[in-house]
C-alpha cells in the first residue's frame, strides 16, 4: 500500500490520541495495516464501495496515533517493555512461562507478528539461536534485523557470566556470548531498562518525554525494591543449592546462593537415572539446602533428588507467569524469594 | 553497570570477557567467516527386495533412494552469511558416498526488501509442499514418503528465481511463486530461454491458544516435459522398453501440519501431526519403444498419492512415530496407435506403512531406527528396516517451523 506523502492537516483529536508532528510514511502504514487487517476490514467488506472509500480517507485525515508494535522473545522482556512503553506500546510475547526457551518453534504465528514488528526485545547471546533466525528471514522486516535500531537484546547491557573460555559442545549447549539467564538478577534490569528507554524514544521520538518519565519512575520503584529483596534474601546469602539447569548464575550471584551440583549432566542434557546417582552420592561431601528448578522444567529429576537427600525442591517462576503469583516484574522477584525463602524452613 | 563484582569468580569471568573482546576487536581476515555447519549421516539398510525395482504403475517416475547394507549418506557442507546490509548467502554442499560433490543449494536471499516481500535466487528447494524445503537433516524420517519419492524425486530442487509476499496480517498468510529451469524431475533440463517450471503456493497457519499451532497450503506446479525418457516400462507384450513422453505435466497439491505440546514446552512432549496430498496430469504424446518399434501416439494420465504421518515426543530426547503412504497410478488415455502396447492402467495402489523410533542426546545427534511394510510393488511386498545415525557439526542452525 503507498501513501501519499503529502500530509494531510493532522486535525487534533483529545489527550493522548493527538501526534506531536505529522507521521511519516512509515508510522502511517504502521497505522494503516495492523487496523485494516483486524475487525474493520470485516465491518467495511460488507459494505458497498463508497462506504470503503470513505473509511480510507477517515484514517488518511485522522492521523491516528499509532502504537508501537513490540515483539517480545520472552514475558520478562514483554513485562519490561509494558512498564516503560504503557499504552504507547503493542506487546505480543513470542514465548510462555512454560516453555523452554531454548526450544521454540518457529511458528508461522511467529512470523507474521515479526513482519509488523517495530521493536524486538529479545535475551540474545543465542538463547534464540534455534528459532529467531527463521523468524527474522520470514519476517521480510527489515525493521528488526540484528543491527537495526528495532532488534534490541538485553544481554549486550548486563555483564555476562559464565563466557566459556573453551568453546566445545562436548560441554553441552554452551553459549558463546555466556549464560543467557540473565533475568534472574533483579539488578540486571536497571541497565536494561536504561537502554530500552533510550530505544523507545528514539524509536518513538513524539513520545520520549512520556517514556522517560516511565523509565524514571520505574528505575526509582525497582531501586527500592532491590533494597527491598535483598533484605529479606539475607538469610540466602551463603546457602548451598543444587540446581536443575544452569539457569541461576545471576540470581546467585546476586543472592549469594551457592550452587553445589546440577542434575544435567551437560547444559542442555537430560538428567539420567545413573547422573541423578552420582550427584545424590556427591551429596554427602557437599551438602546442599534444597533443589531448584525453573516453572517449565520437569519435576521428576529435581523431587527424585529431593526425596532422597531429604531437602525441599523449590520451583521458581523464572520468569513474569511461571507462578500464579508472578504477574508482572515486581510480583516475579516477590515470588522467587518467597519461595526460597519457605525452602529454608 | 550497577552490579557489584565481589567474588573472585566473577573477577576471572570479567578477565576471561576482556580477553575474548580484545580477540574480536583484533583485525583479521577470518573476523568475516561465515557460518558453518557440517551434518554426518548414514544408514544401515536391510530390504528384502531391489530398491530399484519401481513402484508399480511408476515406472516412468523416480524411485525412493534407498540402499542395502552400510551406507554412508550424504555429508552435507552448509554455509551461510550476510552478503551485505541487502543480501544473504546460502551454500549446501553435498559430499557424496562414491566420492564427488554436488551443489544441493546455492541461493541468495534479500534481507530488506520492504513489505513483507522476500525474494530468493539461484538454487533452492522450492516452496511447493510442507516437506520440499526441509533438509534430509531434519525428516522424520529415514526417507521421504512414497508421494515425494515417485512426483518429486523425493525434493524438488530448482534453479531459478522465487518471491514470496507475507501478508500484514496477524494470522500467517504467505503468497508465492517461483520460475525456474525445470532441472530436476518431472521437469526435463530443456535447453531454452524462458522458464521450463512455474510454481505457485500459498501457504496459511496460527496458533489456538499456546499448544496448538497448524499450517496448511496448497501448491500448484507446471512443466513442460520433453523426451522425457524412461527404461524398463513394463508394457502389455509382456516386456519391458524405453518409453519417453513429450507434454505438460501439471501438479496441484495440499498440505496439513499440526502441533500440539502441553504448556507449548516442546522441551518435554509434544505431538505432530501432518498430511500431503499430489495431484499430477500428464498431457502429451508418448513414444512407445524409442530404440525399437518407435511408435508415437497421444497420452493422457492422472498420477496422485498422499501420507499421512504422526510423530510423538513422548519424553524428552525420545519420539517415536508412525506414517501410511498410498499411491493411484491413474488410468491413461492411450492412443490408439499403442493401445496393443502401452499399460492402460494397473489397477492397484502401492502403500507402505512406516514405523521409526528415534532418539536425541542432544540438539545435534540422532539415532534412528526404523521399520516399513512396503507394498508399493505389485506382488512383491517388502519388510525394510533402517538404522541412522544424523550428527550436526558446528553452527546452531536454526529449524523450520
Same mark, same amino acid.
Given at each position: 500500500?503507498?501513501?501519499?506523502?503529502?500530509?494531510?492537516? #493532522?486535525?487534533?483529536? #483529545?489527550?493522548?490520541?493527538?501526534?506531536?508532528?505529522?507521521?511519516?510514511?512509515?508510522?502511517?502504514?504502521?497505522?494503516?495495516?495492523?487496523?485494516?487487517?483486524?475487525?474493520?476490514?470485516?465491518?467495511?467488506?460488507?459494505?458497498?464501495?463508497?462506504? *470503503?472509500?470513505?473509511?480510507?480517507?477517515?484514517?488518511?485525515?485522522?492521523?491516528?496515533?499509532?502504537?508501537?508494535?513490540?515483539?517480545?522473545?520472552?514475558?520478562?522482556?514483554?513485562?519490561?517493555?509494558?512498564?516503560?512503553?504503557?499504552?504507547?506500546?503493542?506487546?505480543?510475547?513470542?514465548?510462555?512461562?512454560?516453555?523452554?526457551?531454548?526450544?521454540?518453534?518457529?511458528?508461522?504465528?511467529?512470523?507474521?507478528?515479526?513482519?509488523?514488528?517495530?521493536?524486538?526485545?529479545?535475551?540474545?547471546?543465542?538463547?534464540?539461536?534455534?528459532?529467531?533466525?527463521?523468524?527474522?528471514?520470514?519476517?521480510?522486516?527489515?525493521?528488526?534485523?540484528?543491527?537495526? #535500531?528495532?532488534?534490541?537484546?538485553?544481554?549486550?547491557?548486563?555483564?555476562?557470566?559464565?563466557?566459556?573460555?573453551?568453546?566445545?559442545?562436548?560441554?553441552?549447549?554452551?553459549?558463546?556470548?555466556?549464560?543467557?539467564?540473565?533475568?534472574?538478577?533483579?539488578?540486571?534490569?536497571?541497565?536494561?531498562?536504561?537502554?530500552?528507554?533510550?530505544?523507545?524514544?528514539?524509536?518513538?521520538?513524539?513520545?520520549?518525554?512520556?517514556?522517560?518519565?516511565?523509565?524514571?519512575?520505574?528505575?526509582?520503584?525497582?531501586?527500592?525494591?532491590?533494597?527491598?529483596?535483598?533484605?529479606?534474601?539475607?538469610?540466602?546469602?551463603?546457602?548451598?543449592?543444587?540446581?536443575?539447569?544452569?539457569?541461576?548464575? *545471576?540470581?546467585?550471584?546476586?543472592?549469594?546462593?551457592?550452587?553445589?551440583?546440577?542434575?544435567?549432566?551437560?547444559?542442555?542434557?537430560?538428567?539420567?537415572?545413573?547422573?541423578?546417582?552420582?550427584?545424590?552420592?556427591?551429596?554427602?561431601?557437599?551438602?546442599?539446602?534444597?533443589?531448584?528448578?525453573?516453572? *517449565?522444567? #520437569?519435576?521428576?529429576?529435581?523431587?527424585?533428588?529431593?526425596?532422597?537427600?531429604?531437602?525441599?525442591?523449590?520451583?521458581?517462576? *523464572?520468569?513474569?507467569?511461571?507462578?500464579?503469583?508472578?504477574?508482572?516484574?515486581?510480583?516475579?522477584?516477590?515470588?522467587?524469594?518467597?519461595?526460597?525463602?519457605?525452602?529454608?524452613? | 553497570?550497577?552490579?557489584?563484582?565481589? !567474588?573472585?569468580?566473577?573477577?576471572?569471568?570479567?578477565?576471561?570477557?576482556?580477553?575474548?573482546?580484545?580477540? @574480536?576487536?583484533?583485525?583479521?581476515?577470518?573476523?568475516?567467516?561465515?557460518?558453518?555447519? %557440517?551434518?554426518?549421516?548414514?544408514?544401515?539398510?536391510?530390504? &528384502?527386495?531391489?530398491?530399484?525395482? $519401481?513402484?508399480?504403475? %511408476?515406472?516412468?517416475?523416480?524411485?525412493?533412494?534407498?540402499?542395502?547394507?552400510?551406507?554412508?549418506?550424504?555429508?552435507?557442507?552448509?554455509?551461510?552469511? /550476510?552478503?551485505?546490509? &541487502?543480501?544473504?548467502?546460502?551454500?549446501?554442499?553435498?559430499?557424496? $558416498? @562414491?566420492?564427488?560433490?554436488?551443489?544441493?543449494?546455492?541461493?541468495?536471499?534479500?534481507?530488506?526488501?520492504?513489505?513483507?516481500?522476500?525474494?530468493?535466487?539461484?538454487?533452492?528447494?522450492?516452496?511447493?509442499?510442507?516437506?520440499?524445503?526441509?533438509?534430509?537433516?531434519?525428516?522424520?524420517?529415514?526417507?521421504?514418503?512414497?508421494?515425494?519419492?515417485?512426483?518429486?524425486?523425493?525434493?524438488?530442487?530448482?534453479?531459478? +528465481?522465487?518471491?514470496?509476499?507475507?501478508?500484514?496480517?496477524?494470522?500467517? +498468510?504467505?503468497?508465492?511463486?517461483?520460475?525456474?529451469?525445470?532441472?530436476?524431475? $518431472?521437469?526435463?533440463?530443456?535447453?531454452?530461454?524462458?522458464?521450463?517450471?512455474?510454481?505457485?503456493?500459498?501457504?496459511?497457519?496460527?496458533?489456538?491458544?499456546?499448544?496448538? !499451532?497448524?499450517?496448511?497450503?496448497?501448491?500448484?506446479?507446471?512443466?513442460?516435459?520433453?523426451?522425457?525418457?524412461?527404461?524398463?516400462?513394463? /508394457?502389455?507384450?509382456?516386456?519391458?522398453? !524405453?518409453?519417453?513422453?513429450?507434454?505438460?505435466?501439471?501438479?496441484?497439491?495440499?498440505?496439513? +501440519?499440526?502441533?500440539?505440546?502441553?504448556?507449548? /514446552?516442546?522441551?518435554?512432549?509434544?505431538?505432530?501431526?501432518?498430511?500431503?496430498?499430489?495431484?499430477?496430469? &500428464?498431457?502429451?504424446?508418448?513414444?512407445?519403444?524409442?530404440?525399437? +518399434?518407435?511408435?508415437?501416439?497421444?497420452?493422457?494420465?492422472?498420477?496422485?498419492?498422499?501420507?499421512?504421518?504422526?510423530?510423538? &515426543?513422548?519424553?524428552?530426547?525420545?519420539?517415536?512415530?508412525?506414517?501410511?503412504?498410498?499411491?493411484?497410478?491413474?488410468?491413461?488415455?492411450?492412443?490408439?496407435?499403442? @493401445?496393443?502396447?502401452?499399460?492402460?492402467?494397473?489397477?492397484?495402489?502401492?502403500?507402505?506403512?512406516?514405523?521409526?523410533?528415534?532418539?536425541?542426546?542432544?540438539? %545435534?545427534?540422532?539415532?534412528?531406527?526404523?521399520?516399513?511394510?512396503?507394498?508399493?510393488?505389485?506382488?512383491?511386498?517388502?519388510?525394510?528396516? %533402517?538404522?541412522?545415525?544424523?550428527?550436526?557439526?558446528?553452527?546452531?542452525?536454526?529449524?523450520?517451523?
Amino acid at each position: 500500500m503507498t501513501i501519499s506523502t503529502a500530509t494531510p492537516p #493532522s486535525l487534533p483529536l #483529545s489527550g493522548e490520541e493527538r501526534l506531536g508532528s505529522p507521521p511519516d510514511k512509515g508510522e502511517l502504514e504502521g497505522v494503516l495495516f495492523p487496523l485494516l487487517h483486524t475487525k474493520l476490514i470485516e465491518k467495511y467488506r460488507s459494505h458497498d464501495m463508497k462506504n *470503503y472509500l470513505f473509511f480510507a480517507l477517515f484514517l488518511l485525515a485522522f492521523p491516528v496515533h499509532a502504537a508501537l508494535n513490540v515483539f517480545a522473545c520472552e514475558p520478562e522482556w514483554a513485562a519490561l517493555t509494558q512498564q516503560l512503553a504503557g499504552d504507547k506500546a503493542n506487546i505480543y510475547t513470542a514465548t510462555a512461562a512454560l516453555q523452554d526457551p531454548h526450544q521454540i518453534q518457529a511458528r508461522p504465528s511467529l512470523i507474521a507478528k515479526a513482519r509488523s514488528a517495530q521493536l524486538l526485545v529479545c535475551t540474545g547471546a543465542e538463547l534464540e539461536v534455534g528459532w529467531m533466525p527463521v523468524v527474522l528471514q520470514e519476517s521480510a522486516n527489515s525493521r528488526i534485523q540484528p543491527g537495526s #535500531s528495532g532488534h534490541f537484546e538485553a544481554a549486550k547491557f548486563v555483564t555476562m557470566l559464565e563466557v566459556p573460555t573453551r568453546l566445545d559442545r562436548a560441554s553441552g549447549d554452551v553459549h558463546a556470548a555466556g549464560n543467557p539467564h540473565i533475568q534472574t538478577d533483579a539488578r540486571n534490569f536497571l541497565p536494561i531498562a536504561e537502554a530500552l528507554g533510550k530505544r523507545l524514544i528514539e524509536l518513538d521520538p513524539a513520545n520520549a518525554a512520556y517514556y522517560q518519565q516511565r523509565l524514571t519512575t520505574f528505575t526509582q520503584q525497582w531501586r527500592a525494591a532491590i533494597a527491598k529483596w535483598e533484605k529479606q534474601a539475607a538469610p540466602l546469602r551463603g546457602i548451598p543449592v543444587i540446581v536443575h539447569h544452569k539457569g541461576f548464575p *545471576y540470581m546467585n550471584d546476586w543472592l549469594g546462593l551457592v550452587e553445589v551440583a546440577e542434575l544435567e549432566p551437560k547444559p542442555g542434557m537430560e538428567p539420567s537415572a545413573a547422573y541423578l546417582g552420582k550427584v545424590l552420592n556427591d551429596l554427602q561431601q557437599h551438602p546442599a539446602r534444597m533443589v531448584l528448578r525453573a516453572a *517449565y522444567q #520437569s519435576e521428576r529429576p529435581s523431587e527424585w533428588i529431593a526425596e532422597r537427600a531429604h531437602v525441599p525442591a523449590v520451583m521458581l517462576p *523464572y520468569t513474569v507467569g511461571g507462578t500464579p503469583q508472578a504477574t508482572d516484574l515486581f510480583s516475579l522477584f516477590d515470588d522467587t524469594i518467597a519461595r526460597l525463602l519457605a525452602g529454608l524452613k | 553497570m550497577f552490579k557489584r563484582i565481589c !567474588s573472585s569468580t566473577a573477577m576471572a569471568v570479567l578477565l576471561s570477557h576482556s580477553i575474548l573482546a580484545s580477540a @574480536a576487536g583484533t583485525a583479521s581476515e577470518n573476523a568475516f567467516n561465515p557460518a558453518l555447519s %557440517f551434518i554426518l549421516s548414514g544408514t544401515y539398510g536391510s530390504l &528384502q527386495r531391489d530398491p530399484a525395482i $519401481p513402484a508399480t504403475g %511408476f515406472a516412468m517416475n523416480p524411485v525412493p533412494g534407498h540402499e542395502q547394507g552400510f551406507n554412508l549418506g550424504e555429508s552435507e557442507l552448509g554455509i551461510s552469511a /550476510n552478503v551485505d546490509p &541487502q543480501f544473504r548467502g546460502v551454500a549446501t554442499i553435498s559430499l557424496l $558416498p @562414491a566420492g564427488g560433490a554436488s551443489v544441493e543449494n546455492a541461493f541468495v536471499q534479500t534481507t530488506a526488501l520492504e513489505d513483507g516481500l522476500n525474494l530468493k535466487f539461484g538454487r533452492y528447494f522450492s516452496g511447493l509442499g510442507y516437506l520440499n524445503e526441509q533438509h534430509a537433516h531434519t525428516w522424520d524420517f529415514v526417507d521421504q514418503p512414497l508421494v515425494y519419492s515417485v512426483l518429486w524425486g523425493d525434493q524438488l530442487n530448482e534453479d531459478g +528465481v522465487q518471491l514470496k509476499w507475507l501478508a500484514p496480517t496477524d494470522m500467517f +498468510v504467505e503468497i508465492g511463486g517461483e520460475i525456474g529451469k525445470g532441472r530436476n524431475f $518431472p521437469g526435463t533440463d530443456t535447453a531454452k530461454n524462458g522458464s521450463g517450471a512455474g510454481v505457485l503456493f500459498a501457504h496459511v497457519g496460527d496458533d489456538i491458544g499456546i499448544e496448538y !499451532s497448524w499450517r496448511a497450503g496448497l501448491s500448484l506446479y507446471q512443466t513442460k516435459q520433453t523426451k522425457a525418457l524412461s527404461t524398463d516400462v513394463p /508394457n502389455l507384450l509382456g516386456t519391458t522398453r !524405453s518409453d519417453s513422453f513429450t507434454g505438460t505435466s501439471t501438479t496441484a497439491g495440499l498440505d496439513f +501440519v499440526w502441533k500440539y505440546s502441553p504448556n507449548g /514446552n516442546f522441551r518435554e512432549r509434544y505431538l505432530k501431526v501432518q498430511s500431503e496430498y499430489f495431484r499430477r496430469k &500428464q498431457n502429451g504424446q508418448l513414444t512407445f519403444d524409442t530404440t525399437g +518399434v518407435n511408435i508415437t501416439d497421444g497420452y493422457t494420465v492422472v498420477q496422485s498419492g498422499w501420507y499421512v504421518q504422526s510423530v510423538y &515426543q513422548f519424553m524428552p530426547a525420545w519420539r517415536t512415530g508412525l506414517r501410511y503412504d498410498r499411491l493411484d497410478p491413474g488410468t491413461a488415455t492411450v492412443g490408439a496407435l499403442n @493401445a496393443d502396447n502401452v499399460i492402460a492402467s494397473y489397477a492397484y495402489n502401492p502403500s507402505r506403512l512406516t514405523w521409526m523410533a528415534d532418539y536425541s542426546p542432544s540438539e %545435534f545427534s540422532r539415532i534412528r531406527l526404523q521399520f516399513a511394510h512396503d507394498n508399493s510393488r505389485q506382488g512383491l511386498p517388502d519388510n525394510q528396516v %533402517f538404522v541412522q545415525y544424523i550428527m550436526a557439526l558446528g553452527a546452531h542452525g536454526a529449524h523450520q517451523y
